[in-house]
């Protein structure tokens, strides 16, 4: 469907313009300890405000600093295709959903699931995003739900990290640098 | 005529060359794929030079489908199989890693140089003809979707692909012999192969 997608494009454009993704991938943007959760973006960024050109119709209600926090945000990617694992934990009392991501180096970001069935795998779009039950927690990992990116323009950056964009409903607009795990390195689950 | 003595020997002698057998045969993680088949795959693998399957008797395979655009479940495929390289060190040696594209439009032998080896050299990355996949996959009861090309992206058709994730494992003798699901773990994968490698 290309309207969503499209979306995602002109948002990332508008990032990319914005200069909010300035350098973005080099090694300089990594944290300087990188035996450092990489995920504390989300509470070392304070909250962008909710992009104006948001039509998802949902009106986020003002939630208490620090309710979202995103962990352990990492990433693979290969010459053609990536994608993005985290975990999101919800402290607050009413559940968000996480609408949209935003990436700067790849084509479109997409939220996803593999799913198996007679050991055939199958990929669900998830357009409407994931929710994040109140007090609960949302594990994007390999061989389930993950952020899919097309077309990275970062292949080969293992150790950089790439920049994220990520829209909660309720949250709002946080920002995370993925870790990009090296390749055939995410084998073992954190 | 009544069950005469002969008789009863025989049944004893039946029963007790089943619980041999039973004994006899090795216990796996993995499913055991009955009838255990001739396994035979041809192709190009990733450096150019053709590939046979049955040329590789003597060694265990692990194979397995994929694809390069495969966003999530390949290149963790993948990475476990480079878990179990580690984890056999030496006998690495004994067990080829062959991944097999189901997307031959888009994975020619040079687009899987840029990605099969990126995890490690030593796996096979087989490139099928596209009229000659279709009966490749059938003995490995693999089947393979394609999905729809996405619009507006500047990777003009784009599209997806479902496709069977099972790890399939070849024993010495080039057999079919065992199928793990795809969430499986190089723990349970790894006992397996080193009895195969044992017979």
Redesign the interface.
């Known amino acids: 469907?290309?309207t969503p997608?499209?979306r995602i494009?002109t948002l990332c454009l508008g990032l990319v313009l914005a200069g909010t993704a300035s350098g973005c991938g080099t090694p300089a943007d990594a944290p300087a300890d990188k035996s450092a959760a990489p995920a504390s973006a989300a509470a070392e960024n304070p909250a962008m405000p909710a992009m104006p050109a948001d039509t998802s119709g949902e009106t986020p209600a003002a939630p208490s600093p620090g309710e979202i926090e995103i962990q352990e945000v990492r990433a693979?990617l290969?010459?053609?295709?990536?994608?993005v694992y985290l975990t999101v934990v919800n402290h607050g009392a009413q559940s968000d959903r996480l609408l949209r991501v935003e990436c700067s180096v790849a084509?479109?970001a997409e939220m996803?699931e593999?799913r198996?069935e007679k050991?055939?795998?199958?990929?669900v779009p998830h357009p409407d995003g994931f929710e994040i039950p109140a007090g609960g927690t949302l594990a994007l990992q390999?061989?389930g739900k993950?952020i899919?990116?097309?077309?990275p323009r970062m292949f080969a950056a293992s150790g950089g990290t790439i920049p994220l964009t990520l829209h909660f409903a309720r949250a709002g607009t946080l920002q995370a640098q993925a870790k990009v795990a090296a390749?055939?390195?995410?084998?073992?689950r954190p | 005529m009544k069950p005469g003595p002969t008789r009863r020997m025989a049944v004893t002698a039946v029963a007790l060359l089943l619980a041999l057998g039973c004994k006899g045969s090795p216990k796996f993680n993995g499913q055991a794929v009955e009838p255990a088949r001739p396994a035979e795959l041809t192709g190009v693998n990733w450096d150019g030079r053709p590939f046979r399957l049955s040329e590789h008797k003597g060694q265990v395979a692990v194979v397995f489908f994929g694809y390069?655009?495969?966003?999530?479940?390949c290149?963790?495929t993948?990475?476990?199989?480079?878990?179990l390289y580690r984890r056999l060190g030496a006998r690495a040696e004994g067990v080829k890693v062959v991944f097999v594209s189901v997307d031959p439009q888009r994975d020619t032998a040079a687009k899987l140089a840029?990605?099969v080896p990126?995890?490690?050299r030593r796996f096979y990355g087989i490139h099928i003809e596209p009229d000659a996949l279709e009966a490749a996959l059938k003995p490995f009861d693999?089947?393979v979707?394609y999905?729809l090309p996405?619009?507006?992206?500047?990777?003009e058709g784009?599209y997806?692909v479902?496709?069977?994730?099972?790890f399939f494992i070849v024993d010495r003798q080039g057999r079919l012999r065992l199928?793990f699901?795809?969430?499986a773990t190089?723990d349970q994968m790894l006992p397996d192969l080193e009895k195969l490698l044992a017979t």
Do not use: I, R, W
């Open positions: 469907v290309p997608m499209k494009l693979t290969t010459p053609s295709m990536g994608a084509e479109a996803h593999s198996e050991g055939m795998m199958t990929m390999p061989g993950h899919m990116l097309v077309a390749l055939g390195e995410g084998a073992e | 390069t655009y495969c966003p999530d479940v290149p963790f993948l990475a476990k199989m480079k878990q840029q990605y990126a995890f490690d693999a089947t979707k999905g996405q619009g507006g992206l500047e990777a784009f997806l479902d496709h069977t994730a099972n199928k699901p795809p969430n190089v």
